[in-house]
């Protein structure tokens, strides 16, 4: 059965970076998009961008161009993505979710990684 | 920028059906997804491309999308069908948009 299981709960300072981990399980890791959404406590999804395990290829929402970098390793069926210059506001569950058969809508999700931004 | 209008809730009486609603410009031209999510959980994918059922998901959940507005219809409401429901479009000048969300009551 298709799985995706992310890194434990992060906790970091302004400023600092934050590095979450998804690995992917039950089905062929390239063949499928990568994507990564965030959730701050108490509000609605706000997407983040997209990768292509296969090529490596990204596209950023506008908000987190500059600060987001997503990456895999595919020997190990495993996406990343990468926030910098954390702040308060970036505190919030982030989300990888499999791109799904319309290449539009996100068919399968992590069970979500808890960041918190504090000093 | 693009954006989808849901309503903050919803409420339905036990074996009802419940309708929530999606608005935004011209979104029939548009594939809509929906998602449930209870508190504390993932998102789970219920319908997607307007109207069609992921393997596992109960024919009571059904789609529709036309002009303005997309609909997700629930059917027989059960008290495990509460959770928040949010719409999703992918747009070329936005990419992936989400609705604000709708939290479903049953009572």
């Known amino acids: 059965q298709v799985q995706l299981v992310q890194s434990g709960a992060e906790v970091k300072k302004p400023g600092a970076s934050v590095k979450v981990s998804c690995k992917a399980s039950?089905?062929?890791?390239?063949?499928?998009?990568i994507n990564w959404v965030r959730q701050a406590t108490g509000q609605g999804l706000e997407w983040m961008g997209w990768m292509n395990p296969n090529s490596g290829n990204t596209g950023y929402a506008q908000k987190f161009q500059g600060r987001v970098t997503m990456t895999r390793n595919t020997s190990i069926s495993t996406a990343y993505m990468e926030l910098s210059s954390l702040r308060s506001e970036d505190t919030a569950v982030y989300y990888c979710?499999?791109?799904?058969?319309?290449?539009?809508?996100?068919?399968?999700w992590g069970q979500g990684t808890l960041v918190t931004v504090s000093s | 920028s693009y954006e989808l209008t849901q309503p903050l809730s919803v409420s339905v009486a036990l074996g009802q059906t419940a309708r929530i609603t999606c608005g935004g410009n011209?979104?029939?031209?548009?594939?809509v997804h929906w998602y449930q999510q209870k508190p504390g959980q993932a998102p789970v994918l219920v319908i997607y491309?307007?109207?069609n059922r992921p393997s596992g998901i109960p024919e009571r959940f059904s789609g529709s999308n036309s002009g303005n507005t997309a609909t997700l219809t629930i059917s027989r409401a059960q008290a495990g069908d509460e959770a928040d429901y949010y719409c999703?479009?992918?747009?070329?000048?936005?990419?992936?948009?989400f609705g604000g969300g709708t939290k479903l009551t049953v009572l």
């Open positions: 999703q479009v992918w747009d070329s000048s936005t990419d992936v948009v």
């Open positions: 979710a499999r791109g799904g058969s319309s290449s539009e809508d996100f068919d399968y």
């Open positions: 491309r307007d109207s």
């Open positions: 011209n979104i029939g031209s548009k594939n």
């Open positions: 039950g089905y062929t890791f390239t063949s499928y998009d």
